[in-house]
């Protein structure tokens, strides 16, 4: 499904649509994240940095990706 239409189907007021969008708008959102970030420490990029750019603290953006990506 494309985004469009998981965002539309996010408002559908069946409740089995709407979630079922919901979380395969939050995987995509989860993998684009982490594409992101990865991106970003490849172009040196500090985890503050990041964290800043994601309105979250220095350690929840490195605990949350650090392994993943190995640093």
Do not use: C, F, Y
């Not at 649509?17 to 594409?35: D, N």
């Amino acid at each position: 499904m494309k985004v469009n239409e998981l965002a539309e189907a996010a408002t559908d007021r069946d409740p089995g649509v709407g979630l079922a969008a919901v979380a395969a708008l939050r995987a995509l959102l989860e993998e684009l994240e982490a594409t992101h970030v990865s991106n970003a420490r490849d172009q040196g990029w500090s985890w503050e940095q990041i964290a800043e750019a994601l309105g979250v603290r220095r350690q929840s953006a490195h605990r949350k990706h650090a392994r993943r990506i190995g640093r």
